[in-house]
Every structure is written in structure tokens, then in C-alpha cells.
């Protein structure tokens, strides 16, 4: 089935510990984005990647890293996990050329930093 | 800083009812405005766009109202089943970007329709 696939589905972490999110799509999608969502705030941009080879920061970077090594993957890096990185995360991605139709989440993975 | 407002927050409706969600922007260098559907444990899936030339769009029960001078969008909920309990999130895509920020959005909004 197409689509993008995130694993874990949910995760309790203790404050400090190293994590990685991870994203794989069949869709082969271009551009891929990472969001958290959080009540209240909607969702904010973590970081992008345009094509494989290439990142970018978004809205709320810090203390989260990506990789783009090829077009199926993009997982997302938390070096030292805080307790304000509790948050629900959302892998996208979209066809190069397409606009605002194109966009396909994941169905996210729940983080809890104790 | 929220570039997209979206109000309220939540919002419960009888079925049979219309739900109304706003939402409000600054950007002017915005040139879609989509409206996402979320339901618990799934991630947004789109539900219905604008462009800023016009002023309605409808598609079933939803219908998109869009005021350009004012900066302001609402989704307009006819009918609300309860099968439309779900969050709904406002957005602003635009097209030219340095940084790849393309998709706004709204802080969103918890619809609750009760039977």
C-alpha cells in the first residue's frame, strides 16, 4: 500500500536519551517534511528536505537533526531528548511540481519525554 | 508568532447543526488556503481548498468562505454528522519559498458532534 510509514507508533523516553523517528515512503516523493503537533499550536515545521542530499530547518529546529541519504527515507534525530520534545510528529512528503494538493502524512508517532 | 489564526479551539455541535471554524492570516504572498481533517491517530488529510480570487468554495456539506481584505477564511460545516467529529486544521500554502515552509497552519480545532 502507498504511503508514508512511521515507526515507532508511540514512545516514552527518558529525558537525555538519544531517539530517532523514522520515515519511509513508496511514493517516491521528492520533498519530505517533518512536523510536530501540539495542542494549541498546530502543526510547526521541524525540518525539510527538497530531494535526497539536501535539508533545510523549518519553524522549530532546534535540538532535532535529519538525514536524507535517499528519496524513501528521512528519519528525524533527537540528540538529548527534553521534556518539551513531548509532542506528536508527522512525517509528509510530496511530488516535485505538485502545490498545496500534493502533501501525504504519516500517521505520526507519539512521543513522551520523562 | 502564528501567521494563520484559527478560533475556536473546540467546538461541539448537534447533529443537524453547522459548524463554523475561522481562521485569519497575515502573509499576502499566500495563494491557496487548504483545510485539513485529522481523526485520532491518523495524520491530517485534505478536505478542501481555495484560491484567494474567490470567495466561495463548496464541495458536499463543506463550504469555504474567503475574504481577501479582510485576510480571513471559514470552513462552514452543513448537515454535521457525527462522523465529522475530527480535528480540523486551516492552512496557507505558498508557492514561492526560501526556506520551505510552504504549509502553514492553524492552531486547529476539535469538532465534537453529538448525536
Known amino acids: 500500500i502507498a504511503g508514508i510509514t512511521q515507526a515507532p507508533t508511540s514512545q516514552i523516553l527518558a529525558a537525555g536519551r538519544r531517539m530517532t523517528l523514522r520515515c519511509t515512503q513508496d511514493?517516491?516523493?521528492?520533498?519530505m517534511y517533518w512536523y510536530r503537533q501540539d495542542l494549541g499550536l498546530g502543526l510547526r515545521l521541524i525540518h525539510y528536505?527538497?530531494?535526497?542530499?539536501?535539508?533545510g530547518k523549518g519553524e522549530v529546529p532546534d535540538g532535532y537533526s535529519v538525514s536524507r541519504a535517499n528519496t524513501d527515507d528521512f528519519p528525524l534525530t533527537l540528540a538529548s531528548a527534553v521534556p518539551s520534545q513531548t509532542s506528536v510528529y508527522f512525517c509528509?512528503?510530496?511530488?516535485?511540481?505538485?502545490?498545496?494538493?500534493?502533501?501525504?502524512f504519516g500517521s505520526g508517532t507519539r512521543l513522551t519525554v520523562v | 508568532q502564528q501567521q494563520v489564526k484559527q478560533s475556536p479551539q473546540s467546538l461541539i455541535v448537534q447533529k443537524g447543526g453547522i459548524s463554523i471554524i475561522n481562521c485569519a492570516y497575515e502573509?499576502?504572498?499566500?495563494?491557496?488556503f487548504p483545510w485539513y481533517q485529522q481523526f485520532p491517530g491518523k495524520g491530517p488529510a485534505l478536505l478542501i481548498a481555495?484560491?484567494?480570487?474567490?470567495s466561495e468554495k463548496k464541495e458536499g456539506r463543506f463550504t469555504i468562505s474567503f475574504n481577501k481584505s479582510a485576510k480571513q477564511f471559514s470552513l462552514h460545516i452543513m448537515d454535521s454528522q457525527p462522523g465529522d467529529s475530527a480535528t480540523y486544521f486551516c492552512?496557507?500554502?505558498?508557492?514561492?519559498?526560501?526556506?520551505?515552509?510552504?504549509?502553514?497552519f492553524g492552531e486547529g480545532t476539535q469538532l465534537t458532534v453529538n448525536p
Open positions: 509528509a512528503s510530496r511530488p516535485q511540481g505538485a502545490g498545496w494538493y500534493g502533501y501525504t
Open positions: 511514493m517516491r516523493h521528492n520533498a
Open positions: 528536505s527538497n530531494t535526497a542530499g539536501t535539508t
Open positions: 502573509n499576502t504572498a499566500f495563494d491557496y
Open positions: 481555495i484560491r484567494p480570487d474567490v
Open positions: 492552512a496557507a500554502y505558498s508557492g514561492v519559498s526560501t526556506s520551505g515552509s510552504r504549509l502553514t
